[in-house]
């Protein structure tokens, strides 16, 4: 079994169409290719099948039949590729646009994370201090002012729960039930 890279791949392969289906895309888009190469190859068998019989007017006239049409076919195949190029040159336009555009977008999209990011650091970093500073002065609050733990309670109360070290009773004094009863009985 071969690994997928040693596999070639074909055009035909690459673009999901078969062989037919790309002859005729690539007759449809340059016709004059094809049909000079076709006069070309019946010039050139005319001119064979006159060299056979010696007859070498009608040979000699063939072969200048091949030189045109074999010169017409390569000035097709220049004109398609020039005007494919000038195609190409409008697609290449746009792509380039596209790819400015993304790339807009994405340096937009990395400033915006940036800027969230930095929001996200110091809302942590307020956060942070807020909760220091709040552990720090109900600590130091009730010990500068001496209460005692029961006293410090009702202030607490409707603010947050009580650590579970000093709670008394039930652990979950602090919830109501909907019906207006509570869970502390």
């Known amino acids: ?87 190409a040159g409008e697609e290449t336009k746009q792509t380039r646009q596209l790819d400015e555009i993304q790339a807009h977008r994405e340096a937009r999209a990395g400033r915006d994370r940036k800027e969230f990011e930095d929001r996200l650091k110091a809302a942590e970093r307020q956060w942070k201090e807020t909760e220091g500073v709040l552990s720090g002065r109900d600590s130091n609050t009730n010990v500068a002012k001496g209460d005692s733990a029961s006293k410090a309670q009702p202030s607490i109360q409707g603010q947050m729960p009580q650590s579970a070290s000093s709670r008394s009773g039930a652990s979950w004094w602090w919830f109501k039930w909907p019906w207006g009863g509570s869970s502390a009985s």
Not at 7 to 22: A, D, R
Not at 30 to 36: K, S
Not at 55 to 66: E, I, P
Not at 71 to 86: D, K, N, R
Request: glycine residues 8%; hydrophobic residues 40%; contains cysteine.
């Open 1 to 87: 079994m071969s690994s997928p890279a040693a596999v070639p791949i074909t055009p035909s392969l690459h673009t999901g169409e078969s062989y037919q289906e790309k002859a005729w895309r690539k007759f449809r888009e340059q016709p004059l290719v094809p049909i000079g190469t076709l006069v070309t190859c019946g010039a050139l068998i005319m001119a064979t099948v006159k060299m056979r019989r010696g007859d070498s007017q009608s040979l000699n006239n063939w072969l200048r039949v091949r030189v045109i049409a074999q010169g017409a076919t390569i000035a097709a195949v220049c004109a398609g590729t020039y005007a494919l190029g000038s195609t």
